[in-house]
């Protein structure tokens, strides 16, 4: 038999294309490792305070969710309920709940009072986006994270000119922000969604690639900005969750 070392080096004696998708597998498992092991820090050592987790339930929104049911089924996942979801959203939400476990997802919906105030016929996106956004996300899901330190978004660097610098772990000026998957690139998601055979967002195989509400979304171009299509023309990138709290409205 060979010497060990001799077999270990047999083993790599193979083409450069073969040593290259070797390198891009271990890049792609060493990303879900740094994930899972952010993630268990945050949700079962407790490093980051009390934490909720925050999805969209949007395109590959399920890759985060289902490394957080694999951690912690039972950790909060705030949904904003915005009233102007895509039915297909809400029922992307409950299937993929149900696939993946989770036991504790909370739909946040606006305050009566703000709506009644700002947007009593439901057209106030046709007018003021801004405004919208913030009666109808920001301030619900401020005040769903009033009882937490910290919270987990499924954000990425590859999303927007405005998410590349995208830090890991951030401050928005009243809680911790943790991006588990801010370097993951859309291969890696799509290479970890069909390993796991997880569903993607039934609106992405049309054209949405960044979905929010139904009236402020439309559909992308094939290799344009995937939040192109949100707010479309309006020059409006951010519905404001992210932007700060000095910002947020």
Request: charged share 25%; glycine share 8%.
């Amino acid at each position: 038999m060979a010497p060990l070392a001799q077999q270990r080096d047999s083993e790599f004696e193979s083409a450069p294309q073969d040593r290259a998708e070797l390198a891009v597998a271990l890049e792609r498992q060493m990303k879900v490792r740094r994930s899972l092991d952010t993630l268990r820090s945050v949700l079962l050592e407790g490093s980051a305070g009390r934490v909720a987790v925050v999805s969209s339930f949007g395109g590959e929104s399920a890759v985060l969710l289902a490394l957080v049911a694999e951690i912690k089924p039972d950790a909060p996942v705030i949904f904003l309920e915005t009233g102007k979801h895509f039915p297909e959203t809400l029922r992307h939400r409950d299937q993929l709940a149900a696939q993946l476990g989770l036991t504790n997802v909370q739909s946040i919906t606006p305050a009566e009072d703000d709506l009644a105030e700002d947007d009593p016929q439901g057209t106030l996106w046709a007018k003021d986006t801004d405004r919208c956004c913030t009666i109808r996300k920001v301030l619900p899901l401020e005040r769903a994270l009033s009882g937490y330190d910290s919270w987990i978004t499924g954000r990425k660097r590859f999303q927007a000119a405005t998410r590349n610098a995208l830090p890991l772990v951030e401050w928005d000026g009243l809680h911790v922000k943790v991006n588990p998957l801010a370097d993951w690139t859309k291969e890696d998601l799509a290479a970890f969604m069909e390993e796991r055979a997880l569903p993607s967002h039934p609106l992405t195989a049309q054209g949405f690639p960044s979905i929010g509400c139904m009236p402020c979304t439309s559909r992308v171009e094939e290799g344009a900005d995937e939040r192109s299509g949100r707010w479309q023309g309006s020059g409006k990138v951010e519905c404001g969750i992210h932007l700060g709290r000095d910002r947020a409205a």
